[in-house]
Structure formats: C-alpha cells, structure tokens
C-alpha cells in the first residue's frame, strides 16, 4: 500500500522478479493511492512541510469535544465519544475519496456533524439508537412484514438489501471509498424517513417499523467497523 507516484517502481520490480523465475511475481499487487495537500500544497518530509498525524488527531477530537457540547452538554462520557468521533472522522474522510484521487486536507470539513462525513453516519446511528430507546426496544422476528411501503421506506429497504454486494465489491477492488459512500447514502437516506414519517406511533406496524430502524443501526454500525471507525450509541 503505497502512494500512485510509486507505479513505476512496482512495475519495474515485478518485472525483474518475474525475469529471475519467481512465478510469485504475478500476486504481487500495489494498492496505490493518491495525494493528500495541506493549503494545496504537497506535503514533503526534506522541504520541512510536515503535518503531524498525533497533532491533527488533537485537534479533531476538540472540535469534536466542541460540537457535542453544543449538541448535547449532558451527556455521558463525552470524552470517549468525543475520542470516536474525532479520530473516526479522519479516517472516514480519507477513505471516503476514492482510492487514487487526491485531495486537499481542511480539519474543519471534516469533523462536522452535517454533510459528508464521518460524524454525520455516526450521528445518524446515535439518533437511531435513540428512537430504538425511547420505544424500549427488543427484537421481535415475528413481525417483519410492512403492509404499508411508501417510497420512503423502500428506498431504505433497497439499500439494506445491497450491503452484502456492496463488501465483496469494495473487498475485489480495494476499494474502501464504495463502503463509505454506501453508508452516505444509507444515512442520508433514513434522515429522509425519519422526517416524512412518524415511527413511534402505536398501531399495528408499530414492531415492523421499530425492526427496520433496527436493521439500519446495524448496517450502519457494521460499515464503519470496516472503515475502522467507532460507532457511538449516543452523542
């Protein structure tokens, strides 16, 4: 896993192995990935332009730390979620680009709540997970059946359904960035839901709704764990 600027190099290499009889030369494979500029400019260890990776960790985690004492200065244990949201935006926000594209770096697009971004699929959990506490919530497998599906709801329905396609996808091409942008567009699209539609409202698809909320709280999760980012259950 090295940067674009090294292909040629790879390429060399493996064919002077393969010019030495080594017929494992063929299963080496470089993930290569493109730059990442500060203020539009290369970073660059002999030129002195350095961005220490511990200082912008720091530094997201504050501005995390600062939001969720906006949002929600009662909650517990802000710390730690300040910890996972910070670092998990970093994370996100280079693996959300395409692998070989390069981008510019700007910490405070990448720790906000809204858009496209890391602390944006977290926070669309949290507030899942808070609907799924205030209806004190269990799994019930015996009614899944939504009678009535308006748009809405079956969009998210579609995206659930494409997880599993979306991994091995991601998994054959290297391709961090397709998980990602999966887990955009599923948050995206449960906000929308959540609101044009009422869920804790005490009919009869009352479970089935609590189930699919359910459902996006665990694909949400499990996407971000394969990002490496953390999942808060509340922020």
């Keep these: 896993v090295v940067g674009s600027e090294?292909?040629?190099?790879?390429?060399?290499?493996?064919?002077?192995?393969?010019?030495?009889?080594?017929?494992?030369?063929q299963d080496i494979e470089h993930i290569k990935f493109g730059l990442i500029t500060s203020g539009g400019k290369?970073?660059?260890?002999?030129?002195?332009?350095?961005?220490?990776?511990?200082?912008?960790?720091?530094?997201?985690?504050?501005l995390a730390q600062e939001q969720i004492d906006e949002k929600n200065p009662?909650?517990?244990?802000?710390?730690?979620v300040a910890h996972a949201v910070g670092v998990g935006a970093v994370i996100f926000h280079?693996?959300?680009?395409?692998?070989?594209?390069?981008?510019?770096?700007?910490?405070?697009?990448?720790?906000?709540?809204?858009?496209?971004?890391?602390?944006?699929?977290?926070?669309?959990?949290?507030?899942?997970?808070?609907?799924?506490?205030?209806?004190?919530?269990?799994?019930?497998?015996?009614?899944?059946?939504?009678?009535?599906?308006?748009d809405n709801t079956w969009e998210i329905i579609k995206y659930l359904a494409q997880f599993p396609n979306i991994v091995q996808q991601a998994a054959m091409q290297r391709e961090p960035s397709i998980i990602a942008k999966f887990a955009l567009h599923l948050a995206k699209s449960f906000?929308?839901?959540?609101?044009?539609?009422?869920?804790?409202v005490a009919d009869d698809q009352l479970t089935a709704r609590l189930n699919l909320v359910h459902s996006v709280t665990i694909v949400l999760k499990e996407a971000l764990r394969l990002l490496g980012v953390q999942a808060p259950d509340e922020m």
């Design 94 to 150: 280079d693996l959300k680009n395409n692998r070989t594209d390069s981008f510019d770096f700007k910490l405070d697009e990448v720790v906000r709540f809204e858009g496209e971004t890391g602390p944006y699929v977290q926070y669309t959990h949290a507030r899942a997970m808070s609907i799924l506490r205030k209806a004190n919530y269990t799994v019930d497998a015996t009614q899944t059946q939504l009678t009535a599906v308006d």
């Design 74 to 80: 009662t909650l517990q244990n802000k710390a730690e």
């Design 191 to 200: 906000n929308h839901y959540y609101a044009h539609n009422k869920v804790l």
């Design 6 to 25: 090294q292909s040629i190099h790879f390429e060399q290499l493996k064919a002077v192995l393969a010019k030495m009889g080594f017929s494992w030369s």
């Design 42 to 62: 290369k970073l660059s260890t002999r030129a002195g332009r350095v961005i220490l990776l511990e200082n912008v960790l720091h530094d997201s985690v504050k």
